[in-house]
């Protein structure tokens, strides 16, 4: 039971790599006591895997080789059979090598000058001929299906069988192709995954510069309306030296205007009407005159609460003549919405005051202690302590 949990365990950690190359498939090595241990997360190029298994063979040695048609790192870590891995007999070899990435590596059994015979396995173990073991050949069993936990048990009742004739055999378990091609789902997911939201720009010459990702409006607690902002401008009407009144068009509906006070070197929103109804946020801000306001999400709401408004990742600031500059062509820093007081720091500040209690609460006891005012003397009569004492 503890070998296969750790074998499901190795597969899960290096299931994910593997799949990567789109022609790279899982091998298992073992049989012969030199098969050395390999880093589990290294990639085999078919050159690279011919030299392992050269040092592993030698004319007297009979390589058997259990090929799948279709076989990944994902049908190892991921097929089951009672709560346990399909590949209970591989699991409990005491001495193997697994290499999860190895680059078409039944293309080196094809290059060497050895005798190759190749065999077809039924369901039921029956070979389409017999199989001899004997120094320098190489048997391919090849299975059909995807029946992994049956493959299994024909792979450990054939090489046992085999290992009784001829001691001297090192097997090979890997695939032909790969069943699973993790580049193509990545490329689909990325093909299928929406554009991100491109910020849309709205700007009144050197007087107000906005961006934004996203603008919705709607009944409060339902779903919101996307509303497309096109243009903005200025109402000379209700500007004034230290007002300003932005009003922005959308490409359908109902106007947005915006109020902004600016008094005491900070400026604020000081009303937002939209539909001829006005809008408030909940905090007032104010934002020194020299920089820009951003949030990720600024929320208005009506009076009666019915209503609500969102910018989605926003970005703005008015601009006033009287800052001494002549242009405005870009925000200024920003000011984020994100509250003096987030929750990491209020939990710093009680973990500090648990500390500060603590060991206020110890140095008292400390200070308690009291040192003895008696002592014991060796020549003298024994000290008696009474209860008054």
Known sequence: MKS???FAVLLLLVALPSAIHGTDVPVFIWGKPSVTYVPALSRYATSEFGALIES???EHTFTLIFAEDRLSTEDLSQCKLNTQTCFRNLAKLSRKSYLPNVNEPLQIFQQGTNEIQSVQISADGTLSERIVPKGGAIAVVNFDGDDFASHDALIDSLYNK?????????AVYTGKTPSFRYSKLIRRTRQAAQAPDVPKILTVENIFLMAY???????FGKNLSEVTLEKAEKNDTGSSETTLQIDIKGASGPMLSLNF?????????VRLTYDSEQYYLRHRVHINQHFSYHCNSLQYY???MKKQIIFGEVQLQPY??????SEFKRFGDSWDCVGFTSPGILTGLFLVAIFIFIGAYGIVWMMDIRTMDRFDDPKGKTIIVTAAD
């Not at 006070?261 to 929103?269: F, P, R, V, Y």
């Open 4 to 6: 296969s949990c750790v």
């Open 56 to 58: 592993q063979t030698d």
């Open 162 to 170: 085999l290992r009784a004739e001829f001691g001297n055999i090192l």
């Open 213 to 219: 990702e996203k603008f919705a409006v709607g009944a």
């Open 261 to 269: 006070l600016l008094a005491q070197g900070s400026w604020e929103i």
């Open 302 to 304: 009506t009076h009666d």
């Open 320 to 325: 006033w003549p009287t800052e001494g500059r």
